[in-house]
């Protein structure tokens, strides 16, 4: 076959075979295929589109291009996929709490890029802890522990790592087709048995309309489906974060408030519902829940009991943390060395987050990456931000910011005041959840 005939066809708004778009994400992973030859493939996919059966061929063709996971386990395996937001943690407590529930999760998960934060990057605030597991070691922690989180190797899905590059240069990152065969490429070789997907719409997420959040997700459902692994996606709101910290450490330090919450009585929130409703989504997909009912009690029983901190606990020491992290986080978790609270200027309510803002503004303050090498500093960050509704009297701090120095807190000071807009009257909240798909 040959590069260029492929790509002559999708110009010519004809649709390559699954047979030749195998061969391409195949010169993706070994070479074969030049970076140009690359570059002009995801233009013509990004101008002309594939219909649904070219997508997801192109979608198992990437997953195929390296390692798929197999499994011999007592039980399902089950993944979850987020597309992105600020102060998202919820990775960190529906890992566990699904392994309480019967369920294995080999979640393999990413690092921040552009202003949304990392799952990865949170884990690695903790000391000790390895987020950098081969499969045979993957597949000894699921079976011991019920859940791992870890990064991607090589080998996993290398046309998309390949695809992903040139499409980051080539001004078609915003394709729904490449969109969607590469976050399936990479959930699909983890070889799961039930999928639930959040994608995000708001201030904080990358799709800031109802129209785009459902393509996408329809998109991913479709895919996953003919894929033949049982998948739903909610649609949920991302106008503001769904913990009031920002920042890698921060944001743990809120989830263990989460987990552990069983000491100061039932445990509600934001990050508490949507990990429940995804959890719930997920155990009825898997079969091990006759109701998404019947799922999300059994999720919020995990949490509100204590049971997923358990879980979660004995994820971090098999993953090179400290032992016994649940009852002692605090004295784990960096600090950093400056904390300036932000007041408001004068009274209201708060009306209005830039998500986008506050996540870029992190980034600034060292906790995030622009580009893939910049060193992250898993303290600093921002605190204590007030939710959509809340009202203030001038004077009152609306939030604090961790930094390394002072000059660093000062500077992020008028930027965070920006991002949070005060009005004399309160917003209309939406719901968490506004839509499910599939």
Same mark, same amino acid.
């Given at each position: 076959?040959?590069?260029?005939?492929?790509?002559?066809r999708l110009?010519?708004?004809?649709?390559?075979t %699954?047979?030749?778009?195998?061969?391409?994400?195949?010169?993706?992973?070994?070479?074969? +295929?030049?970076?140009?030859?690359?570059?002009?493939?995801?233009?013509?996919?990004?101008?002309?589109?594939?219909?649904?059966?070219?997508?997801?061929?192109?979608?198992?063709?990437?997953?195929?291009?390296?390692?798929v996971?197999?499994?011999?386990?007592?039980?399902?395996?089950?993944?979850?996929?987020?597309?992105?937001? +600020?102060?998202?943690?919820?990775?960190?407590?529906?890992?566990?709490?699904?392994?309480?529930?019967?369920?294995? +999760?080999?979640?393999?998960? @990413?690092?921040?890029?552009?202003?949304?934060?990392?799952?990865?990057?949170?884990?690695?605030?903790?000391?000790?802890?390895?987020?950098?597991?081969?499969?045979?070691?993957?597949a000894?922690?699921v079976?011991?522990?019920?859940?791992?989180i870890?990064?991607?190797?090589?080998?996993?899905?290398?046309?998309?790592?390949?695809l992903?590059?040139?499409?980051?240069?080539?001004?078609?990152?915003?394709?729904l087709?490449?969109?969607?065969?590469?976050? *399936?490429?990479?959930k699909?070789?983890?070889?799961?048995?039930?999928?639930?997907?959040?994608?995000?719409i708001?201030?904080?997420?990358?799709?800031?309309?109802?129209?785009?959040?459902?393509?996408?997700? /329809?998109s991913?459902?479709?895919?996953?489906?003919?894929?033949?692994?049982?998948t739903?996606?909610?649609?949920?709101?991302?106008?503001?974060? *769904?913990?009031?910290?920002?920042?890698?450490?921060?944001? +743990?330090?809120?989830?263990?408030?989460?987990? /552990?919450?069983?000491?100061?009585?039932?445990?509600?929130?934001?990050?508490?519902?949507?990990?429940?409703?995804?959890?719930?989504?997920?155990?009825?997909?898997?079969?091990?829940v006759?109701?998404v009912?019947?799922?999300?009690?059994q999720?919020?029983?995990?949490? %509100?009991?204590?049971?997923?901190?358990?879980?979660?606990?004995k994820?971090?020491?098999?993953?090179g943390?400290?032992? @016994?992290?649940?009852?002692?986080?605090?004295r784990?978790?960096?600090?950093?060395?400056?904390i300036?609270?932000?007041?408001?200027?004068?009274?209201?309510?708060?009306n209005?987050?830039?998500?986008?803002?506050?996540?870029?503004?992190?980034?600034r303050?060292?906790?995030?990456?622009?580009?893939?090498?910049d060193?992250?500093?898993?303290?600093?960050?921002?605190?204590?931000?007030l939710? *959509? @509704?809340?009202?203030?009297?001038?004077?009152?701090?609306?939030a604090r910011?961790?930094a390394?120095?002072?000059?660093?807190?000062?500077? %992020?000071?008028?930027?965070?005041?920006?991002?949070?807009?005060?009005a004399?009257?309160?917003?209309?909240?939406?719901?968490l959840?506004?839509?499910?798909?599939?």
């Amino acid at each position: 076959m040959d590069a260029r005939a492929v790509i002559a066809r999708l110009r010519q708004k004809e649709i390559p075979t %699954a047979e030749e778009l195998s061969w391409f994400a195949e010169g993706l992973a070994s070479g074969a +295929v030049s970076d140009a030859q690359a570059g002009a493939f995801a233009m013509a996919v990004c101008l002309n589109g594939l219909p649904p059966a070219a997508r997801s061929a192109l979608t198992l063709a990437m997953r195929d291009s390296g390692d798929v996971l197999t499994w011999d386990l007592p039980g399902p395996v089950v993944d979850k996929h987020s597309t992105g937001g +600020v102060g998202d943690c919820v990775s960190l407590l529906l890992a566990p709490a699904l392994a309480e529930c019967g369920a294995f +999760v080999p979640m393999i998960s @990413g690092r921040g890029l552009g202003h949304t934060g990392g799952t990865l990057d949170k884990l690695e605030a903790i000391p000790g802890l390895s987020t950098q597991v081969a499969q045979d070691g993957l597949a000894g922690i699921v079976a011991d522990v019920g859940c791992a989180i870890v990064g991607a190797t090589a080998r996993i899905a290398p046309a998309d790592k390949r695809l992903y590059a040139v499409r980051d240069v080539t001004a078609t990152v915003e394709s729904l087709d490449l969109i969607t065969a590469s976050i *399936l490429s990479k959930k699909l070789a983890a070889s799961p048995e039930a999928l639930v997907l959040d994608v995000k719409i708001g201030s904080g997420a990358f799709m800031k309309t109802t129209a785009e959040a459902r393509a996408l997700a /329809t998109s991913l459902v479709e895919t996953a489906n003919a894929a033949g692994c049982p998948t739903q996606a909610l649609i949920t709101d991302m106008n503001q974060p *769904l913990v009031p910290s920002l920042g890698n450490a921060l944001e +743990v330090a809120e989830v263990m408030r989460a987990l /552990t919450g069983v000491q100061a009585g039932p445990t509600t929130g934001p990050i508490i519902d949507i990990t429940v409703a995804l959890g719930g989504a997920v155990l009825r997909q898997a079969g091990l829940v006759e109701s998404v009912e019947a799922g999300e009690a059994q999720i919020a029983a995990t949490l %509100a009991e204590g049971r997923a901190a358990e879980r979660f606990a004995k994820m971090v020491a098999a993953q090179g943390g400290p032992v @016994g992290f649940a009852e002692k986080w605090q004295r784990f978790l960096p600090e950093a060395p400056v904390i300036l609270e932000v007041t408001a200027e004068h009274a209201g309510y708060v009306n209005a987050i830039d998500g986008e803002a506050l996540g870029l503004l992190v980034v600034r303050l060292g906790g995030g990456r622009m580009i893939e090498s910049d060193r992250i500093d898993p303290a600093v960050g921002i605190s204590d931000l007030l939710p *959509l @509704g809340t009202k203030i009297a001038k004077g009152d701090v609306i939030a604090r910011i961790h930094a390394a120095h002072t000059d660093a807190a000062q500077d %992020a000071m008028s930027a965070l005041r920006a991002a949070v807009s005060i009005a004399p009257a309160a917003p209309d909240l939406l719901p968490l959840v506004h839509e499910r798909i599939g």
